[in-house]
């Protein structure tokens, strides 16, 4: 079946510093969305990329779709301690699937 | 608009009991889909539900189940509790082409 991964599992930061999570799906995806978690809260959308290639950005968070349409990014510029949570990708097929997210750790 | 309201925020129960758990969509949401989350594993797909009919089902056991009403509100069962069904549920809804919009989510211990 579908599977989408996501590297790193953790990332520890100083504040400051960049940070990025990459995810990969095995089959190609119709689009690519981007969830963000905070500590003891729950997924909130960020994002959807549609088409190959594509680069959007939020302030200091910059989400990549690949040419392939099969991988994602998302880069964070100079972290800031608000960055804090886990981080997922997710892309539609008969269920959302759902990377293995990232958790963000920004130390001050 | 309200947002995805899921009942209740904690629950408490021991093995072998059962659960259930509500979810009451954002207005106009016809599509409510359930997630289980562990520390380990995840957002795990527990199923959709569509227009009262279950859409889709992830990989649980039949000790899961759901139902949606025909105002789209939907609740989840779980029978027979185990110890590893102690878990963070979510409920999420969304219209056909929008984005996942998350509940708070029940957290269950199992005991």
């Known amino acids: 079946g579908q599977q989408v991964m996501q590297i790193p599992q953790y990332q520890h930061v100083q504040e400051g510093e960049d940070f990025t999570t990459y995810c990969n799906s095995s089959?190609?995806?119709?689009?690519i969305q981007w969830y963000k978690q905070r500590p003891g809260g729950h997924p909130v959308f960020l994002i959807q990329?549609?088409?190959?290639?594509e680069v959007k950005k939020q302030k200091r968070l910059t989400f990549q779709f690949g040419e392939a349409k099969k991988n994602s990014s998302l880069h964070i510029t100079a972290t800031q301690t608000t960055d804090v949570g886990t981080y997922f990708c997710?892309?539609?097929?008969?269920?959302?699937?759902f990377g293995t997210g990232t958790s963000l750790t920004v130390i001050p | 608009k309200a947002g995805v309201t899921q009942t209740p925020r904690y629950l408490i129960k021991t093995r072998g009991q059962q659960v259930t758990l509500s979810c009451s969509p954002i207005?106009?949401?016809?599509?409510v889909s359930w997630y289980q989350q562990t520390p380990g594993q995840g957002l795990q797909f527990l199923f959709e539900?569509?227009?009262?009919?279950?859409?889709n089902k992830g990989n649980f056991p039949g000790r899961f189940s759901g139902r949606q009403f025909s105002n789209s509100r939907s609740e989840m069962n779980v029978s027979t509790l185990e110890l590893g069904d102690s878990a963070l549920y979510l409920c999420?809804?969304?219209?056909?082409?929008?984005?996942?919009?998350f509940g708070n989510g029940t957290r269950l211990t199992v005991t």
């Open positions: 539900y569509f227009s009262e009919t279950q859409r």
């Open positions: 997710a892309g539609p097929g008969n269920q959302f699937y």
């Open positions: 089959t190609t995806l119709s689009n």
């Open positions: 999420a809804s969304r219209n056909s082409n929008s984005p996942l919009h």
């Open positions: 207005s106009g949401h016809r599509s």
């Open positions: 990329l549609v088409k190959s290639g």
